[in-house]
């Protein structure tokens, strides 16, 4: 239950953010307004001040809150693939003799490619692989994320997002597992490069007999900037073959460190996919 109350409290707390309208995309700088800045030097006098993105933030740079805000309607689809956890359902249906213990999941690969959408803003492909043993395992993905641009031209902004953790599922059995996830991320944008700690929990179980899983993940990065990323979702597995649906919500935040204003961008939508799992 503790999962899911963080889980809801974290999606709330994504939406709020994401609900103001946008000024700059996130780690993108923004573009000089001659009013804008006759205006900042008459009441504060004071110059722009550009900090390095992993850098800290000097005291007296101005810090203005910008956040984008994504459509949410079902739009189309780059690539419709998913990555996520695999199925324990052919293990879970084996026959099991009274009084005995059901054998230990063996060690499982997973390959998996996923397509998101984000409406009229854009979309997002992500590849996913992971190896899970009884206990530990890791995993590593990467997201390329197109966007049009918050200029009104007609380029096309590019965000990746890329992390490495190592795993620890403190519940492992045939009828499902949830982990703990610790490692590194980075997000590459138009302006700028971070890199910061990683803090993951997903979890994936059986829905009774049926061939279907319950699906759900949340990641967060607190610093240097912040990355809120969740989904939630149904697989359905047919042998190795894993097919996936659901719905992903993506928070990014560059906390002022490029140029003072804090860029931000709120990103929701539905996505689909396929895995392998051996």
């Known amino acids: 239950m503790g999962f899911w109350k963080t889980l809801c409290a974290a999606l709330a707390v994504a939406v709020l953010l994401g609900s103001a309208p946008a000024e700059a995309r996130f780690g993108k700088r923004s573009k000089p307004n001659s009013s804008d800045s006759k205006d900042s030097d008459d009441k504060d006098g004071k110059q722009e001040h550009r900090a390095t993105p992993v850098g800290r933030r000097a005291s007296d740079a101005p810090v203005r809150s910008s956040v984008r805000s994504s459509g949410v309607g079902i739009g189309w689809f780059d690539v419709l693939f998913i990555a996520g956890p695999s199925s324990y359902h052919r293990r879970a249906r084996a026959e099991v003799p009274r009084g005995q213990r059901a054998p230990r ?58 992390d490495a953790h190592l795993t620890l599922s403190p519940w ?48 967060v990065v607190p610093f240097p900037h912040r990355q809120v990323d969740m989904q939630a979702g149904l697989a359905l597995h047919l042998g190795a073959l894993n097919l996936r649906g659901g719905w992903r919500t993506l928070y ?26 051996f």
Do not use: K
């Open 105 to 162: 999941p063996a060690p499982l690969v997973h390959l998996n490619v996923q397509g998101n959408s984000f409406g009229d803003v854009g979309g997002a492909l992500d590849l996913f692989m992971a190896l899970d043993g009884q206990r530990w395992g890791m995993d590593a993905r990467v997201s390329g994320i197109a966007l049009e641009a918050d200029d009104g031209s007609v380029d096309t902004d590019r965000l990746t997002l890329l």
């Open 172 to 219: 492992s059995t045939e009828r499902g597992r949830f982990r703990l996830e610790a490692g590194i991320a980075s997000a590459h944008a138009p302006d700028a490069i971070f890199v910061g700690p990683s803090l993951a929990a997903s979890l994936a179980a059986c829905l009774g007999p049926s061939p279907f899983d319950v699906e759900a993940r949340i990641q």
């Open 252 to 277: 990014l935040s560059d906390g002022g460190h490029l140029d003072g204003v804090v860029h931000a961008d709120h990103f929701t939508g539905p996505y689909l996919g396929l895995g392998l799992s």
